[in-house]
């Protein structure tokens, strides 16, 4: 037998082993599946309801603000252009704390 056949006789006998392995490990999963499933049972998950979501926090909140899905899609945020405050707009006593402690 020459070298060239004996190389194609190995590479046949070793694709055929892998082969073989193969579909005994196919098998194999096959079978604890389906013993797992016989045992345990196949169980449906069903969500119950839909969770809202909240805007990220940090600069994904500008984002969310804005309306952009993507932050090369965002429109710029622009600054309100308010006069300085007068003490007729701020109040002369500082408001209490929700909690009722002192803020």
């Known amino acids: 037998m020459d070298s060239r056949r004996l190389v194609v006789w190995?590479?046949?006998g070793i694709l055929g082993f892998q082969c073989g392995?193969?579909?005994?490990?196919l098998?194999?999963?096959s079978v604890l599946s389906w013993l797992y499933v016989r045992r345990y049972g196949?169980?449906?998950v069903v969500p119950n309801e839909r969770v809202e979501q909240k805007p990220p926090e940090g600069?994904?909140?500008l984002e969310a603000i804005s309306g952009a899905t993507h932050p090369s899609q965002a429109k710029p945020l622009t600054q309100p252009q308010n006069p300085a405050p007068t003490s007729a707009s701020q109040?002369?006593?500082p408001r209490p704390s929700p909690r009722g402690g002192a803020s």
Not at 21 to 25: A, R
């Open 10 to 12: 190995i590479s046949a």
């Open 21 to 25: 392995t193969l579909v005994l490990d």
């Open 27 to 29: 098998i194999h999963c």
């Open 42 to 44: 196949l169980e449906l």
């Open 59 to 61: 600069l994904g909140r």
């Open 91 to 93: 109040p002369s006593s």
